[in-house]
Protein backbone atom coordinates (compact mmCIF):
# COMPACT_ATOMS: atom_id res chain seq x y z
CA UNK A 1 0.00 0.00 0.00
CA UNK A 2 0.66 3.70 -0.73
CA UNK A 3 0.15 6.60 1.49
CA UNK A 4 1.01 10.22 0.79
CA UNK A 5 1.24 12.91 3.11
CA UNK A 6 1.62 16.57 2.85
CA UNK A 7 2.77 19.49 4.95
CA UNK A 8 3.96 23.07 5.05
CA UNK A 9 0.11 24.46 4.46
CA UNK A 10 -0.16 27.37 6.75
CA UNK A 11 -1.43 31.33 6.51
CA UNK A 12 0.88 33.83 4.51
CA UNK A 13 0.31 37.23 3.41
CA UNK A 14 -0.09 38.45 0.05
CA UNK A 15 3.13 38.51 -1.68
CA UNK A 16 4.89 35.67 1.02
CA UNK A 17 6.24 32.34 0.22
CA UNK A 18 5.54 29.09 1.25
CA UNK A 19 6.82 25.44 0.40
CA UNK A 20 4.55 22.44 0.24
CA UNK A 21 5.92 18.88 0.48
CA UNK A 22 5.02 15.55 0.37
CA UNK A 23 6.25 12.42 1.58
CA UNK A 24 4.86 8.62 0.11
CA UNK A 25 5.28 5.75 1.92
CA UNK A 26 5.04 2.12 1.13
CA UNK A 27 6.23 -0.12 -1.52
CA UNK A 28 6.90 2.08 -4.26
CA UNK A 29 9.03 0.55 -7.26
CA UNK A 30 8.86 2.92 -10.06
CA UNK A 31 6.94 6.55 -10.15
CA UNK A 32 6.22 8.43 -13.50
CA UNK A 33 4.35 11.49 -12.40
CA UNK A 34 4.48 13.21 -9.64
CA UNK A 35 1.71 16.31 -9.26
CA UNK A 36 0.14 18.91 -7.22
CA UNK A 37 -3.93 19.91 -7.48
CA UNK A 38 -5.81 22.54 -5.66
CA UNK A 39 -9.61 23.16 -5.10
CA UNK A 40 -10.99 26.11 -3.46
CA UNK A 41 -14.08 26.39 -2.10
CA UNK A 42 -16.83 26.56 -4.68
CA UNK A 43 -15.06 25.88 -7.92
CA UNK A 44 -13.41 22.74 -9.38
CA UNK A 45 -10.50 20.79 -8.63
CA UNK A 46 -7.33 21.88 -10.99
CA UNK A 47 -3.85 21.11 -11.71
CA UNK A 48 -1.14 23.33 -10.37
CA UNK A 49 1.88 21.34 -11.43
CA UNK A 50 3.14 18.58 -12.54
CA UNK A 51 6.78 16.81 -12.96
CA UNK A 52 7.88 13.38 -14.51
CA UNK A 53 10.50 11.25 -13.71
CA UNK A 54 12.64 12.88 -16.19
CA UNK A 55 12.42 16.15 -14.72
CA UNK A 56 9.97 17.72 -17.05
CA UNK A 57 7.17 20.31 -15.65
CA UNK A 58 4.23 21.94 -16.62
CA UNK A 59 2.58 24.52 -15.05
CA UNK A 60 -0.66 25.74 -15.09
CA UNK A 61 -0.98 29.24 -16.74
CA UNK A 62 -1.92 31.09 -12.98
CA UNK A 63 0.75 30.08 -11.49
CA UNK A 64 3.79 29.84 -14.23
CA UNK A 65 6.97 32.46 -12.92
CA UNK A 66 5.36 32.26 -8.94
CA UNK A 67 5.17 28.24 -8.16
CA UNK A 68 8.35 25.50 -9.07
CA UNK A 69 7.91 21.96 -8.58
CA UNK A 70 10.66 19.35 -7.43
CA UNK A 71 11.33 15.76 -6.77
CA UNK A 72 13.06 13.99 -5.29
CA UNK A 73 12.71 10.13 -6.42
CA UNK A 74 15.32 8.68 -3.83
CA UNK A 75 13.53 10.04 -1.25
CA UNK A 76 9.96 9.58 -2.64
CA UNK A 77 9.03 13.51 -1.98
CA UNK A 78 7.76 16.19 -3.99
CA UNK A 79 7.66 19.76 -3.59
CA UNK A 80 6.21 22.82 -4.12
CA UNK A 81 7.54 26.15 -3.50
CA UNK A 82 4.87 29.38 -4.10
CA UNK A 83 6.33 32.72 -3.86
CA UNK A 84 3.85 36.66 -4.95
CA UNK A 85 1.56 34.39 -3.20
CA UNK A 86 -2.13 36.24 -4.23
CA UNK A 87 -5.47 35.54 -2.25
CA UNK A 88 -6.45 33.87 -5.14
CA UNK A 89 -4.22 30.93 -4.61
CA UNK A 90 -6.15 30.00 -1.27
CA UNK A 91 -7.35 26.53 -1.75
CA UNK A 92 -6.43 23.16 -0.14
CA UNK A 93 -3.37 21.67 -1.83
CA UNK A 94 -3.17 18.06 -3.18
CA UNK A 95 -0.38 15.75 -3.65
CA UNK A 96 -0.60 13.08 -6.88
CA UNK A 97 1.94 10.63 -7.76
CA UNK A 98 1.64 8.03 -10.44
CA UNK A 99 3.51 4.76 -9.50
CA UNK A 100 4.09 1.25 -9.73
CA UNK A 101 4.31 -1.18 -6.63
CA UNK A 102 5.33 -4.55 -7.84
CA UNK A 103 7.39 -6.18 -10.12
CA UNK A 104 4.50 -8.28 -10.87
CA UNK A 105 1.98 -5.67 -12.21
CA UNK A 106 2.73 -3.62 -15.23
CA UNK A 107 -0.06 -1.14 -14.99
CA UNK A 108 0.72 2.26 -12.95
CA UNK A 109 -1.72 3.26 -10.37
CA UNK A 110 -2.78 7.24 -8.91
CA UNK A 111 -2.44 7.96 -5.18
CA UNK A 112 -3.61 10.90 -3.42
CA UNK A 113 -2.99 12.64 -0.78
CA UNK A 114 -5.07 14.03 2.07
CA UNK A 115 -4.57 17.63 1.13
CA UNK A 116 -3.25 20.98 2.65
CA UNK A 117 -4.93 24.03 3.50
CA UNK A 118 -3.03 26.90 2.39
CA UNK A 119 -4.40 30.50 2.85
CA UNK A 120 -3.74 34.14 1.94
CA UNK A 121 -4.75 36.77 3.61
CA UNK A 122 -3.74 40.24 5.15
Known amino acids: QVQLVESGGGLVQPGGSLRLSCAAS????????MRWYRQAPGKERELVAG???????NYADSVKGRFTISGDNSKRMVYLQMSSLRPEDTAVYYCYINAKTATWVPAFRTYWGQGTQVTVSS
Open 26 to 33: GTILDISV
Open 51 to 57: ITSGGIT
